[in-house]
């Protein structure tokens, strides 16, 4: 029965993981996989996360089963620092395995809706993106987002394609923080988007990954918050594992603002309880912690604006250490430099820097004394 598997190649971005771990050269630079990190090169725990799990270590009574939905005032907490201001009786919303998890349960509803339908993505996006919505039998249909060369968002690309496409197809949207390219639309190009999106009759999702690592938490909301002010129906699969530093905790949920959200709900419930049947608890239990005592929200959002800080400041800091290096137009962790497959190559040959095979950049992999080896790395292979 298995005769017609062949073998399949690693995720060439977490394959960077290994690859950097095991270079011995001192001073090598990270600029690979997207987690971000401290001045010192350290991912840490946040402290408003250590002090939630010690206090369900403390207070958990029970880990029995939940439901398909996962921590329902988990969704909930989340819902004023994603939408704002909206109408409760129009979303629903369940805990996912990650924003991944978000992505593929939204895939199957639209999957379910209606077959065969068609996503409309820029390109470059997340490799992951491709396999997640296939997988679940959408078809992509793709249109320029970026250009390397010139380091421009393509704007009037993006218009042309909302405007080619045939009423009931998606558009999948990065909410902010683009990744790969960084390169996020103006609130003044949102707010062209969004009513353009309703008046073509497509259906808007939104993949909010990196919420607070790009302007702030309300400012890389605007994008989604314009896009469900104009439309009916939206999607989001949303990500706490950037944001909250709980990657491997796998946290993340899937909302939808709908008229149908009763109708909706029900069906996503259908479509986890046949994937996973339920998500898993421990993540989502220390963002609920978190969310529900001030205190600790309070030392989130701080912490979570020092990280944002940062990554701006290595922006800047590159910037004026080689003009020629400007990453100062994009926002959160990524950039994506114009090089050639070589190029990188050499860079992590020679010169012990690692990034992405397609030139994205982790802008977060700098430590301070890192930019002038970078900068002359790059200069070098240029
Ligand atoms: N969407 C984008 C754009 C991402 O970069 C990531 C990164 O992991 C995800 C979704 C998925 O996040 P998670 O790790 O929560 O599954
Ligand atoms: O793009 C990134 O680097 C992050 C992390 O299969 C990631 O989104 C990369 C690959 C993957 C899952 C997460």
């Not at 250009?147 to 993006?158: G, H, I, N, P, R």
């Not at 008046?199 to 909010?208: C, H, N, S, T, Y």
């Not at 100062?328 to 190559?345: A, V």
């Amino acid at each position: 029965i298995l005769d017609g598997l062949c073998a399949q190649p690693a995720d060439p971005l977490l394959a960077l993981i290994g690859m950097f771990r095991d270079d011995p050269r001192p001073g090598k630079i990270d600029m690979g996989v997207g987690v971000y990190r401290d001045a010192d090169g350290k991912t840490p725990v946040m402290a408003a996360v250590k002090a939630a799990e010690a206090i369900l270590l403390k207070d958990q009574q029970t880990k029995s089963y939940l439901g398909p939905e996962g921590d329902a005032r988990f969704a909930e907490l989340l819902t004023p620092i994603i939408f704002g201001d909206v109408d409760a009786a129009r979303l629903c919303g369940v805990q996912t395995p990650g924003g991944t998890g978000a992505l593929r349960l939204g895939a199957e509803l639209l999957a379910r809706g209606r077959a065969g339908t068609r996503v409309l993505v820029g390109t470059p996006t997340w490799p992951n993106h491709v396999p997640l919505m296939e997988a679940a039998g959408l078809k992509l249909v793709p249109f320029k987002h970026f250009d390397v060369a010139t380091q421009a968002l393509c704007f009037d690309e993006t218009l042309a394609a909302i405007n080619a496409a045939e009423r009931g197809d998606v558009i999948l949207l990065h909410g902010c923080c683009h990744n790969p390219t960084g390169a996020d639309y103006t609130v003044e190009q949102w707010n062209t988007l969004a009513p353009l999106i309703a008046e073509r009759g497509l259906l808007p999702f939104v993949d909010l990954a990196y919420q607070g690592l790009g302007h702030g938490l309300d400012a890389d909301a605007a994008g989604l918050r314009a896009v469900v002010a104009h439309n009916p129906e939206v999607l989001v699969a949303y990500s706490c594992d950037k944001n909250f530093g709980l990657y491997r905790e796998r946290v993340g949920a899937l909302f939808v603002v709908s008229d149908r959200a009763e109708l909706i709900q029900s069906n996503l419930l259908a479509l986890a309880r046949a994937n996973w049947s339920m998500p898993p608890d421990h993540g989502a239990a220390i963002v609920r912690t978190i969310l529900d005592s001030p205190e600790l929200t309070a030392s989130w959002r701080a912490e979570l604006d020092a990280m944002r800080l940062r990554i701006l400041g290595v922006r800047e800091a590159v910037a004026a250490h080689d003009p020629a290096i400007d990453l100062t137009r994009q926002s959160g962790m990524f950039s994506m430099l114009s090089l050639s497959t070589e190029q990188i190559r050499a860079l992590r040959e020679v010169h012990a820097v690692y990034m992405a095979g397609s030139g994205r950049i982790n802008v977060a992999g700098l430590t301070p004394d890192a930019i002038p080896a970078f900068a002359a790395a790059v200069a070098a292979v240029r």
